[in-house]
């Protein structure tokens, strides 16, 4: 009989996951996972103000957005949101049987460091405009990903080629 079930493609699973944390592994079909992702992307994403914070930036309301938030609460957040982005990523990889390569989590790590670096520092102004809790963030991830690219095409470089031959 044949198999019916949805073809997984790895980076369709990363904008589930941009989305809302947990689609991609739901799509994935790791249940518990998608569940404990979701519950704690909405656990933060209420303790944090970040859905009142999203419609105040995307209002122009930069300095209410600020206020809005309680940054104890969405320190969690990119960690969580880039976790999930990988998680399903790299799961769907492994469902679809393609091969991981060597330093594949570099980008997505580096982007978690670089945009909980942009959470800190959303209130303050960078070249004299305030981007806020969820402009900054998200500047901050692609920043983080090119550079996490950047990185892991270095090690790939220095770490993943066969050793020189001694002649």
Known sequence: ?????????????????IALPGFGQLLNRQYIKALLLVLLEFLINLQGGINLAIVHSFQGNIDLAIQ??????IMFYPCLYVFAMWDAYISA?????????????IPFSFAAYITTIGVIYSNRPIFSITFGPIFTPIIAIFIGFFLGGILKKFLLRKYASPPEQLV
Do not use: G, L
């Open 1 to 17: 009989m044949e198999d019916k079930r949805r073809v997984t493609i790895p980076v369709e699973m990363i904008f589930w996951s």
């Open 68 to 73: 809005t938030v309680d940054y104890r609460w």
């Open 93 to 105: 990889k492994r469902i679809a049987k393609i091969k991981d390569t060597p330093f594949e989590s």
